[in-house]
């Protein structure tokens, strides 16, 4: 036993930590002991904070890791540790700092710690040029929020944080205010800040003049979500467009040969970045969460709907006369103007200036114009004047559909001028839909297709707009189509289209009176002894279509009688809404009252028609009907691509030793002649004769014959 050492309980920290955790009372002045020499150590370190220290982040580990077995005499720990980062964060050695913020965290998962006044320490270490530390501290705050709202929400803590936070956006280190923004972003995409005060805060940085928080700012907004969430220092990076993108950018410009290898160089890049591109995925939420904090604490005065659309609409001018003093890459000014018009559109704001500004993009040969024409789309709404519109759409038409450009110049043009008068109508005029439309008949069938739509639009829309040959054979729906005058509102006290649902009760009504006959029909006839089968006719065609003659029948001010009465006195289940959708479709198949029949026994479909959203897609602007024209070199590299695996059609040169090297005579075969003009056998090389030629010309003949008789 003498040659044994004993248990260095002193120095051997691990041990004394486990023992300690098991029994702290009998250990309690082991602990002390520590305690003191740790103060010693603060002490000396006070004088030199620069410099390591190994003891000290040892036992400030160690202190961390029993503080909740004695926490009468730990009630200054952390305090301590949260004065030495605050006042020497800067000067603090990379590894001690971090030691100190472990143990801080550490102390926070043991709830001996305020989780505000931490956070707000770790929000101002942000500021340290130590990429570890930041992320470190990114993934603590996010997990701390995460669990003090993991039962309910502590409105105090977010309350507190949320100030804060307001102010770190406007921090003058760049790399603090852009983590700050990352990590309401997260909080708000897991559901845990998902109020109108987080929404509000980062408007904020939608002002900010650091291009880092500005991007994020308007990604968040516009629904993009990051590939991978990059550190702090990293290049905010746009997002990858996709092969078509570069195609129709392509495409719509014109074609020299400068662009051409600036899309196979785009097309090369594409492919490598492909594995990481990831689809966008849209959360508009956000964007009718913006107003004003001083909406929650002043419910009298900011409460209306009118000073909320106010306040997005200051929002939005602000936004316009950033965007047009803007210094910033291109890409960043694209993304601002997309913001401005889904809050224009989605709103309803006034915001006359935006439209003149996005007049001067609209050339087919402006980089990302489909984006752009996209843009105008998004921002037109009824509540605009059709004049400010009726610029728009000259523009449009007089820079992209004419005969000399391209068709899919012009079939760009007509889908965007076709998206902005489904939104605004009064936009259009007659004399420019009357020229639109005699594009039915041109040669390229996408210009010819986008025509079409454009006519079918209005047919649904205003029919008599168009000539009586354009117009098609009246139904229902076409009757009854107008177009609102500017600012007019069609508000209707009941469901249109609700008068079938009392068509159909009252059959019911009828078909239960005869139920009591049918079955004593059917009793009787069970007593055959035949027992041949009867033909029941039954079809839901039929009756789809006795309801619509029936209601066909009634006159108009009845109809809106039955549908108040059936929209005030009872409750509508998902059936009931169903059968008014069937209604309401099937009014654009029948036919009008006088006109023969349009269509019989179709099937109507209810989830084809779709309701025109909120937002567009870029495949509305740029959507072609018919594959664009390969040139020659894509048809002879696709020709080609599919000749590869025709190795079985050649050849095989078979060896007795497949490793064996080749031989000299197939050596020189793949010698420069100019190498072999002087070697023997090219000199030797005799050539015949003209009497040789015509012997073996003549034997060649005669063994063909001898071929042919036989």
């Not at 370190?45 to 926490?71: G, I, N, T, W």
């Not at 005065?301 to 009118?306: A, D, E, R, V």
């Not at 076709?418 to 039915?440: G, S």
Request: with cysteine.
């Amino acid at each position: 036993m003498s040659g044994r050492q004993g248990n260095k309980l002193p120095s051997n920290l691990p041990q004394l930590q486990n023992l300690v955790k098991r029994d702290p009372a009998s250990y309690t002045e082991e602990f002390l002991q520590q305690y003191h020499h740790y103060q010693s150590h603060l002490e000396i370190f006070s004088f030199q904070p620069d410099k390591p220290s190994r003891e000290l982040a040892e036992l400030v580990m160690f202190l961390a890791q029993v503080a909740h077995c004695y926490p009468e005499h730990m009630l200054n720990f952390p305090q301590q540790l949260k004065d030495l980062l605050s006042y020497h964060h800067t000067v603090l050695d990379a590894d001690l700092r971090m030691t100190f913020c472990k143990a801080l965290i550490l102390l926070r998962n043991k709830n001996l710690i305020n989780p505000t006044s931490l956070l707000e320490l770790f929000f101002q270490l942000l500021r340290c040029h130590d990429k570890l530390l930041r992320k470190t501290l990114y993934t603590h705050i996010v997990t701390d929020i995460k669990n003090v709202n993991a039962k309910h929400k502590n409105n105090k803590v977010n309350t507190t944080l949320q100030n804060f936070m307001y102010t770190m956006l406007r921090d003058s280190n760049p790399t603090a205010a852009k983590i700050s923004l990352d990590v309401m972003i997260e909080l708000y995409r897991r559901n845990i800040w998902n109020d109108a005060k987080t929404v509000n805060v980062i408007t904020t940085a939608c002002f900010s003049k650091v291009t880092k928080v500005l991007v994020a700012s308007l990604k968040f907004f516009l629904g993009k979500d990051e590939d991978e969430k990059q550190d702090s220092d990293s290049e905010s990076e746009d997002d990858v467009p996709t092969a078509r993108d570069l195609v129709m950018r392509y495409a719509t410009n014109k074609k020299t040969t400068k662009r051409k290898k600036k899309l196979e160089k785009a097309m090369k890049v594409l492919k490598k970045q492909k594995k990481k591109s990831k689809p966008e995925v849209f959360n508009f939420s956000a964007i009718h969460l913006i107003h004003d904090p001083q909406v929650e604490f002043c419910p009298v005065l900011f409460g209306s709907t009118t000073n909320l659309l106010l306040l997005v609409l200051d929002f939005a001018e602000k936004l316009l006369k950033q965007l047009e003093n803007c210094k910033e890459r291109f890409e960043v000014k694209m993304m601002l103007m997309d913001l401005i018009s889904r809050l224009v559109g989605i709103h309803e704001l006034f915001l006359f200036n935006f439209y003149p500004f996005i007049q001067r993009f609209l050339q087919p040969h402006q980089r990302e114009v489909t984006k752009i024409l996209l843009f105008a789309a998004q921002a037109s709404h009824q509540l605009v004047p059709p004049e400010i519109i009726q610029s728009v759409l000259m523009t449009i038409a007089n820079n992209f559909v004419t005969d000399k450009n391209s068709g899919e110049v012009m079939t760009v043009g007509i889908n965007a001028i076709k998206e902005i008068t489904a939104r605004c109508p009064l936009a259009m005029t007659e004399d420019l839909l009357q020229d639109l439309v005699q594009y039915k008949t041109h040669k390229n069938k996408n210009v010819m297709m986008s025509a079409r739509t454009l006519i079918h639009l209005f047919r649904s829309l205003n029919p008599e707009m168009l000539q009586k040959k354009f117009r098609g054979k009246p139904t229902e729906a076409s009757v009854e189509a107008r177009i609102h005058e500017y600012g007019e509102l069609d508000a209707k006290d009941y469901i249109p289209g609700a008068e079938v649902l009392d068509v159909e009760s009252q059959k019911e009504k009828g078909g239960n009176q005869e139920e009591d006959g049918w079955e004593s029909a059917s009793l009787s006839e069970e007593d055959n002894e035949d027992g041949e089968w009867i033909d029941v006719h039954h079809s839901s065609d039929e009756e789809q279509q006795q309801v619509a003659e029936k209601i066909k029948s009634m006159p108009v001010e009845e109809r809106k009688a039955k549908a108040a009465a059936v929209s005030t006195s009872r409750l509508l289940t998902q059936e009931d809404f169903h059968k008014i959708r069937l209604a309401q479709l099937s009014k654009e198949l029948n036919s009008a009252p006088g006109k023969g029949a349009k269509r019989k026994n179709i099937e109507i479909d209810d989830e084809e028609e779709e309701g025109r959203g909120e937002l567009l897609s870029l495949r509305d602007i740029e959507h072609l009907h018919k594959k664009p024209k390969s040139d020659k070199e894509t048809r002879l590299a696709t020709a080609m691509a599919g000749k590869t695996d025709r190795k079985e059609f050649v050849k095989k040169k078979t060896r007795i030793n497949p490793f064996a090297s080749s031989s000299n005579k197939e050596k020189q075969k793949n010698k420069n002649f100019m190498m072999m003009r002087y070697s023997h056998s090219v000199r030797t090389k005799n050539k015949r004769s003209f009497r040789e030629k015509q012997l073996a010309l003549r034997d060649a003949l005669l063994k063909k014959r001898k071929r042919l008789l036989k």
